[in-house]
């Protein structure tokens, strides 16, 4: 678990727990999530990973348990991404605008992030385009942007690689690492184990909704310390259940 002498943290889950109809989703999950750095939530289809996303997200109540933001002081904006995100019929420029509009900046300001974001994502040369004609891993870069221009704490990514090319998905890497870098806590969803290394100071491993192990991503893939774990690296998956096909 994460050591608060070693890394500040940003949020504490504490006995977080999720439950829909009579199936629970997540189950009593305790942790706590640096303020800076990349965070990989990976598991098996059906462990919970996007329930836990949306929940830090604001977008589900928990049924039990409580997400501690103290320990961030007044900072607490999130921002997510998700896999196939919804793209407003117009500009791109206009998109990021839109995006940010509720914040209620000025003019000069609201402009200066547009732009900030468009370089960003390298998305400049696409300002004027009309945002549903760009290409898959434009569209994803665009998400990116908007949440980018947002300034949040804490970006929240949903499997944002998702049926991209390797050449997309090289690209919303860079993205970010970028923002990783410049203080901003990612928490990234992914089925994609390769991007988790690649990407990931902590990973958070779940499994029927359960947290099974949490550490530093260079020790967990090294020498994984549960079954469960091991046998997810390996590929040796369980059935899905029907009905449990979500993540």
């Known amino acids: 678990m994460l050591d608060p002498a070693d890394e500040a943290p940003l949020l504490e889950l ?36 996007t329930t836990l996303l949306r929940l830090l997200a604001g977008l589900l109540t928990p049924t039990a348990g409580e997400i501690d933001w103290s320990l961030a002081g007044s900072a607490r904006r999130t921002a997510m991404v ?14 990021i605008r839109h995006a940010i509009a509720p914040l209620g900046l000025n003019e000069a300001e609201a402009a ?5 974001a468009l370089a960003v994502c390298r998305l400049d040369h696409l300002r004027t385009a009309p945002a549903r004609r760009l290409s898959g891993g434009e569209q994803q870069r665009l998400a ?8 949040p704490d ?3 990514l949903d499997e ?23 203080s901003t806590a990612v928490v990234l969803v992914t089925h994609d184990i390769a991007q988790a290394q690649r990407l990931a100071a902590w990973v958070m491993f779940l499994d029927a909704g359960r947290l099974i192990e949490h550490s530093r991503a260079g ?15 390996a590929g040796r998956l369980p059935p899905i259940a029907p009905g449990d096909e979500g993540s």
Not at 88 to 94: G, P
Not at 112 to 116: C, F
Not at 167 to 180: G, K, P
């Open 144 to 151: 990116l942007a908007r949440a980018l221009a947002r300034k």
């Open 14 to 49: 504490r006995g977080l727990t999720y439950t829909a109809t009579t199936a629970t989703l997540l189950d009593d999950v305790s942790a706590a999530l640096p303020a800076t750095g990349v965070t990989a939530i990976i598991g098996a289809n059906g462990a919970g990973k």
């Open 160 to 182: 944002p690689c998702a049926s991209l090319d390797p050449q997309s998905t090289a690209a919303i890497e860079a993205i970010v690492r970028q923002a990783a870098a410049a």
């Open 82 to 95: 998700f896999q196939r995100p919804v793209i407003l019929r117009r500009s791109v420029d206009a998109n």
């Open 112 to 116: 200066r992030r547009v732009d900030e």
């Open 219 to 233: 020790a967990f893939f090294a020498g994984p310390q549960t079954a469960e774990a091991r046998d997810y690296l």
């Open 154 to 156: 804490v970006l929240l």
